[in-house]
């Protein structure tokens, strides 16, 4: 074959396929967000009961959704914050679920 010249084939080039996005399966947060009506003490014993945290993450939880709006209180799988978000929305608490971090 002459200098520069370039040798054709016939075989198909193949790509590799593009990489499927799967559902995000790493870790989930719950946020818990300030209202007027839901008293402090309920909301400290509402963690506790949800998260099986002690009492002073819960008052710290609860002082920073009441002090900035919203607080995230719990970290874990989907299924696991769905549950406790669940119990949390019980005493009239708007929750919302989040993944731990943005990709």
Known sequence: MPMGALHCTSAPILLPEPEQ????????????????????????????????CEREEAEIETW?????GQAPVHFDTLPTCEEVAGVIKRIGVATEIRKEWDD
């Open 64 to 68: 920073e959704a009441h002090t900035y």
């Open 21 to 52: 996005k799967t559902r995000y399966e790493g870790r989930y947060a719950v946020v818990i967000f300030n209202n007027d009506h839901t008293p402090y003490e309920a909301v400290v014993g509402i963690l506790m009961a949800a998260t099986a």
